[in-house]
T-cell receptor, first 116, second 113 residues
Framework: GAGVSQTPSNKVTEKGKYVELRCDPI?????LYWYRQSLGQGPEFLIY????????DSGLPNDRFFAVRPEGSVSTLKIQRTERGDSAVYLC??????????????FGPGTRLTVL | QKEVEQNSGPLSVPEGAIASLNCTYS??????FFWYRQYSGKSPELIMF????GDKEDGRFTAQLNKASQYVSLLIRDSQPSDSATYLC?????????????FGKGTHLIIQP
């Protein structure tokens, strides 16, 4: 079946601009996660949705970052006033969200964001 | 502060040998542990998970967990050149299941033909 999809695959923007990154999870997965991965680092947790609500947004670095999931499926990560330090690969993952200790997250291909 | 530590490598292993990848974590409340493989320029791909102390085997892969020592490892038997990748250890502190994972920086594994 279809996996997690993310668009765009690459995004180049200028410092100060606004960007939106989209994630379409695996069908039937109620949990959705955003991570950010810089070169040479592991993915860094940003935010997690259970259904439409953000269950944990403790990883968002500051108030320039915001994410929504209005219908409990597709999610959009929004970054305002982008800075060069925001350049990274933004990964989305989804899971069944069934509450089992081993609820497994499956990752999308990522969006590579470059802020000039 | 949740921390997951891995030796960044590179770890070089001859083809056909056993590759041993190690990970330690700081939060004693951690409940489940995941190993992901990441090829260069690609996204992480799940290899296996473990949540009970002891060993768990899946094909050529064995995950080992020791909660008392806060240590988890991944063994790859009969290593193949296609196993060359970065291996990420990830920890879920929450006992309730779905939650953000804390990742280590990854170990870069090279299998020498």
């Amino acid at each position: 079946g279809a996996g997690v999809s993310q668009t765009p695959s690459n995004k180049v923007t200028e410092k100060g601009k606004y960007v939106e990154l989209r994630c379409d999870p695996i069908s039937g997965h109620t949990a959705l996660y955003w991570y950010r991965q810089s070169l040479g680092q592991g993915p860094e947790f940003l935010i997690y949705f259970q259904g439409t609500g953000a269950a944990d947004d403790s990883g968002l670095p500051n108030d320039r970052f915001f994410a929504v999931r209005p219908e409990g499926s597709v999610s959009t990560l929004k970054i305002q006033r982008t800075e060069r330090g925001d350049s990274a690969v933004y990964l989305c993952a989804s899971s069944l969200g069934a509450g089992a200790p081993t609820d497994t997250q499956y990752f999308g291909p990522g969006t590579r964001l470059t802020v000039l | 502060q949740k921390e997951v530590e891995q030796n960044s490598g590179p770890l070089s292993v001859p083809e056909g040998a056993i590759a041993s990848l190690n990970c330690t974590y700081s939060d004693r409340g951690s409940q489940s542990f995941f190993w992901y493989r990441q090829y260069s320029g690609k996204s992480p791909e799940l290899i296996m998970f473990i949540y009970s102390n002891g060993d768990k085997e899946d094909g050529r892969f064995t995950a080992q967990l020791n909660k008392a020592s806060q240590y988890v490892s991944l063994l790859i038997r009969d290593s193949q050149p296609s196993d060359s990748a970065t291996y990420l250890c990830a920890v879920n502190v929450s006992g309730g299941g779905a939650d953000g994972l804390t990742f280590g920086k990854g170990t870069h594994l090279i299998i020498q033909p």
